[in-house]
């Protein structure tokens, strides 16, 4: 099936029945098989995950959400998906009525999560076939799609799913559930938040897909997040890995999950906006990495990071221990952005938001003797120049910018920093770092 694009379209696509004309405009232009996966409409998931925390908000959230989704789609209760429709809010109410009695029963939690997609294949396929496309609604679990993990996963289970697709499923035009799968158990699991994109990818590979489309309410993957006050071009060209560490800072135009399962075989993602102009060339093209090309394409900063300086009583076994730690630190999906280790210490540099459960980690292995604050980390994406990076900071190190060097990769180049305005550093970093210059 390597002629399929794989058409992901997000929440922010799905806010109301205008953004079916779009899409309904964009899939009748394909030329070859189409294969659509969705996120739940815009705002639904949120309402499902407040109704599953907060029982008293339970009591509107069928009507609430039924108003929205016939709001989307007018009559669908009418149509031939009226049955799926009717049932899948039977069983959200029956999953509010067991979480009632035991809050903490995953499997009614997941059930009542996961409605959202369900809803959402529901009222896009029904759409689309006002318009004369054949579509019709997919669960993802229900064709054979596998996650790596019980209740919840990281990963899809490309193998797995490979050998359990229904393939049957897949005439005219399937709209599949993102963000669930079949867990390990056989039971209905879901990824992290966001995961949608992840599970448009896996789907991508597992059907050996020409490329897939995430389809977004913003023009590609920007140089620097908007969310620091500095408007900045789309980046026409970012490797897989350049486009995972971007992600995983604070470029949440995709999941940093999304490249895993297209990255080995090199099926390219565009990033496109629902609301553009449909051009030839995609604002933002994610494929195979190009490391020689060494040019800076982006400034990713997270906030508020920590680094944790632990001693080493035990030299002989020091890389037994530090290895030890790194496994248990990758079985809570905690990202180390700096390992360093010496015969006396041992620095890891995490997110404060993950500090607790890193300090517990750590601190069954070695004795941690400090931990050091910083406002943000910053990473110079498309580059391994340290030089080159120095020689342009040079214009603003000050007392109130300074910052001091992390680390390198074969992509980057990070720093960590105290400033009290991050907006302020941001601003200033890219009028410097994205000059014109010959260096």
């Not at 020409?210 to 026409?236: M, Q």
């Not at 093209?285 to 920590?306: D, H, T, Y």
């Not at 030299?315 to 079985?331: F, M, P, R, V």
């Not at 406002?375 to 001091?404: A, H, P, Y």
Request: glycine letters at 6%; one cysteine or more; a neutral charge.
């Amino acid at each position: 099936m390597n002629d399929v694009t794989i058409h992901k379209f997000g929440g922010s696509c799905l806010r109301d029945s205008s953004d079916i004309e779009l899409i309904a405009k964009i899939i009748k232009s394909q030329r070859c098989k189409t294969v659509i996966v969705v996120s739940a409409l815009w705002g639904a998931t949120d309402r499902l995950l407040r109704a599953a925390n907060e029982p008293r908000y339970a009591t509107r959230l069928v009507s609430d959400l039924r108003k929205q989704h016939l709001r989307f789609s007018p009559k669908i209760n009418e149509s031939i998906f009226s049955e799926k429709f009717n049932n899948v809010f039977l069983g959200i109410e029956k999953s509010l009525f067991n979480l009632s009695k035991n809050p903490h029963n995953d499997v009614d939690v997941n059930t009542l999560l996961a409605a959202g997609e369900r809803l959402s294949a529901l009222v896009v396929a029904n759409e689309l076939r006002k318009q004369g496309l054949d579509t019709h609604p997919v669960g993802s679990e229900d064709i054979g799609i596998c996650l790596d993990g019980s209740n919840t996963a990281s990963s899809v289970d490309i193998e797995k799913s490979i050998q359990t697709l229904d393939k049957t499923a897949f005439v005219g035009i399937p709209v599949i559930t993102g963000w669930f799968g079949e867990g390990k158990d056989g039971k209905l699991a879901l990824l992290s938040r966001g995961g949608s994109d992840h599970s448009a990818a896996a789907i991508a590979r597992i059907l050996d897909a020409k490329k897939l489309i995430l389809w977004k309410d913003v023009d590609g993957v920007l140089s620097i997040n908007p969310r620091w006050g500095v408007n900045t071009k789309p980046i026409p060209y970012l490797g897989y890995d350049e486009a995972r560490e971007l992600s995983r800072l604070d470029a949440p135009v995709i999941h940093h999950t999304t490249v895993i399962p297209v990255k080995d075989i090199g099926i390219p993602i565009e990033i496109r906006n629902l609301h553009s102009a449909f051009e030839t060339n995609a604002p933002t093209v994610i494929g195979p990495n190009i490391i020689e090309s060494n040019q800076l394409k982006a400034i990713g900063c997270m906030r508020s990071i920590a680094k944790i300086t632990a001693e080493v009583g035990d030299y002989t076994n020091q890389s037994k221990i530090l290895g030890q730690i790194l496994i248990l630190l990758d079985q809570e999906n905690i990202t180390c952005w700096s390992v360093e280790s010496s015969p006396s210490k041992i620095d890891i540099v995490v997110s404060q938001q993950q500090l607790q459960t890193v300090e517990s980690i750590i601190g069954k292995k070695l004795h941690i003797s400090n931990v050091e604050f910083y406002s943000c980390l910053i990473s110079f994406i498309g580059t391994n120049n340290k030089q080159v990076i120095d020689q342009r900071l040079s214009n603003i190190n000050s007392r109130e910018m300074e910052l001091t060097y992390l680390n390198s990769t074969s992509l980057s180049v990070q720093y960590i920093a105290n400033t009290e305005d991050i907006k302020k550093l941001m601003k200033s970093l890219s009028q410097i770092v994205f000059k014109k210059s010959s260096a």
